[in-house]
């Protein structure tokens, strides 16, 4: 199923799934007060519904079935969607696509000489230099916690914040995980996934770079209003058997930028979750998002996005996830507090 958030009129919001028809969505509260389930109030929620398991699911299934019978539909058109969950428990952003990092850090730490030094060293070496500057992203999934407070969903609008000058976007997917547990072997991580969806990274990178200079990850260049986006839907699992054959793109005002496959993962969901399951226990509800795929944002591709930008990331059997860019009025760099000289 592709199950979706969406404010009613009240801006309250309701679960629903899409009909095979693309064009009309199932208000699944709706369908099961109508068909007489015995757990109504699993359909409340997104997270309700996500925390119900395999047997909601199924009832959900049922439910699509029969809404359009029982006229608990309403068309996709005009519906305000949210994030499939709009507040995630948790959102994890991982490097799963390690020449994303190589690329990125040719175009904003390395000068011309240097890029050119390790694209010769990588041809004759088969690794570039970054990976021994920080090898840990090779040995590890590593990611950072991102501020769920910021997430919002398909078709919302992005304000650039007014202190960067280098607005970008991130073409990434999502797992969500759907059964709680704690040191998950690899091999049995799939059974945890709920399903998946798209997510679009935005990012401040002139305050992203600086940020990293403190060791202790993002926080302005990563964490604003708006500057975290999942759906426009979450398909279940059951839907995507391979989720490592799907092609992924991107556009900016109808151009394509970006384009790759899932296949081009170097860390696996499965094994990201085993390694963030160490000694912690992963619950119903968070997200692991899978990071950037190569040549996925305009870093990479020597771009920025601008107000009035429309972005576009689409993920073969999930959809197409489309967010505008706004303006945040005139510049203003973030205040600093001078270093004392005494």
């Not at 009613?8 to 699944?28: E, F, H, K, S």
């Not at 068909?35 to 047997?55: F, K, N, R, V, W």
């Not at 991130?170 to 759907?178: H, N, T």
């Not at 604003?224 to 999942?230: A, K």
């Amino acid at each position: 199923m592709k199950l979706l958030s969406y404010a009613d009129a009240g801006g309250l919001p309701r679960v629903g799934a899409l009909l095979a028809d693309g064009t009309q969505v199932a208000d699944l509260a709706l369908a099961a007060q109508r068909a007489g389930d015995p757990q109504p109030a699993t359909y409340a929620a997104m997270q309700a519904l996500i925390e119900g398991g395999d047997a909601a699911v199924e009832r959900a299934s049922r439910l699509l079935e029969s809404a359009r019978a029982d006229e608990a539909t309403v068309p996709l058109a005009g519906l305000k969607l949210l994030s499939p969950v709009p507040r995630p428990l948790s959102l994890r952003d991982c490097v799963g696509f390690l020449p994303h990092l190589v690329n990125s850090a040719r175009n904003s730490v390395f000068g011309p000489a240097m890029r050119r030094i390790d694209i010769a060293y990588e041809r004759l070496t088969g690794q570039s230099l970054v990976r021994r500057m920080a090898p840990t992203a090779w040995e590890r999934p590593v990611y950072y916690l991102i501020n769920v407070c910021t997430v919002v969903g398909h078709d919302a609008d992005v304000t650039i914040p007014p202190y960067t000058r280098e607005m970008d976007y991130e073409l990434e997917w999502a797992a969500c995980i759907g059964k709680a547990g704690r040191d998950i072997p690899a091999a049995r991580a799939r059974e945890h996934i709920f399903g998946y969806t798209i997510f679009n990274d935005f990012t401040a990178r002139d305050v992203q770079f600086e940020e990293a200079k403190g060791r202790l990850g993002f926080q302005k260049g990563k964490s604003f209003d708006g500057g975290n986006v999942l759906g426009p839907c979450l398909v279940t699992s059951d839907e995507i058997p391979d989720p490592y054959d799907l092609d992924m793109r991107a556009s900016v005002n109808g151009v394509e930028w970006s384009r790759g496959n899932t296949r081009q993962r170097d860390w696996t969901f499965e094994e990201m979750i085993a390694f963030m399951s160490r000694s912690e226990t992963l619950q119903p509800g968070e997200f692991i998002a899978s990071g950037t795929l190569p040549g996925g944002c305009g870093l990479e591709l020597g771009r920025r996005l601008h107000a009035g930008d429309v972005a576009e990331l689409s993920v073969e059997k999930i959809g197409t996830l489309r967010n505008r860019l706004v303006s945040g009025g005139t510049y203003e760099a973030l205040p600093l507090r001078q270093a004392s000289t005494t």
